[in-house]
């Protein structure tokens, strides 16, 4: 139990769907992301809130918007996806101060299938 | 852009044998962390380095930073089936959130 939760663990979606990824942290943080993790590759950073405005967005593709309605609940809206996008996507938090990223408390993850 | 190489890919290791990862970057870092990644699992922290030429110790693992600050390494003594896992650098190269950059990852596997 890490104070990060996801949800769903496995999703499984067609190229026209269109699904939600939910976070949650119990943990009080100030800083909440999204991260990436296909086979071979880095873990590749997507999203950064801070205090709820969103800091970072590493060129990731418009078929994905975060949405963050507070500091404790992130979430990550799909559609018209590529299978190229199947991956582990994990979300972390972490207490941010005077731009030194914190130790990142991650989620299980998503596990996500395009068909 | 900013990377930090992490190598090697892989290492397999009979139980016992020690186990090192290094991780390069080719900007001087602010700071450096680990993480581990159990099979199935998601990356879960280990620690934190900041001073140039830092070495912490956590029971059988010692971690490194450089003297220049671009450099680090995990060793691991004696390696156990527990060690089992991908073991992540990820370096600081501070300013705004998110400048936290992950290297490819150790996979680490352990003969019994």
């Known amino acids: 139990e890490t104070g990060v939760t996801q949800t769903p663990r496995h999703l499984v979606m067609g190229m026209t769907n269109k699904k939600s990824l939910k976070c949650e942290q119990h943990?009080?943080?100030?800083?909440m992301y999204w991260y990436k993790q296909s086979a071979k590759k880095p873990l590749e950073l997507m999203f950064v809130?801070?205090?709820?405005?969103?800091?970072e967005n590493n060129s990731v593709p418009s078929r994905f918007s975060p949405e963050c309605p507070n500091s404790s609940h992130l979430f990550l809206h799909l559609h018209t996806l590529q299978p190229e996008d199947s991956a582990l996507y994990l979300c972390?938090?972490?207490?941010?101060?005077?731009?030194?990223?914190?130790?990142?408390?991650f989620g299980e993850g998503s596990r996500l299938t395009v068909l | 852009g900013q990377q930090v190489m992490q190598i090697p890919q892989y290492q397999h290791v009979q139980e016992g044998e020690d186990f090192t990862t290094y991780c390069n970057s080719s900007?001087?870092?602010?700071?450096i962390q680990w993480y581990k990644q159990r099979p199935g699992g998601h990356p879960v922290f280990l620690i934190q380095?900041?001073?140039?030429?830092e070495v912490k110790k956590q029971k059988r693992l010692t971690f490194q930073f450089g003297e220049a600050k671009k450099n680090s390494s995990l060793h691991i003594t004696a390696t156990q089936t527990t060690d089992v896992g991908t073991y992540f650098c990820?370096?600081?190269?501070?300013?705004?959130?998110?400048?936290?950059?992950f290297g490819k990852g150790t996979k680490l596997s352990v003969k019994p």
């Open positions: 972390a938090s972490s207490q941010e101060s005077f731009g030194n990223t914190g130790e990142l408390f």
């Open positions: 943990l009080g943080h100030n800083a």
């Open positions: 809130y801070s205090l709820e405005e969103r800091v």
């Open positions: 900007t001087t870092l602010s700071n």
């Open positions: 380095l900041v001073k140039s030429g």
């Open positions: 990820a370096g600081g190269y501070g300013g705004s959130q998110g400048n936290l950059i």
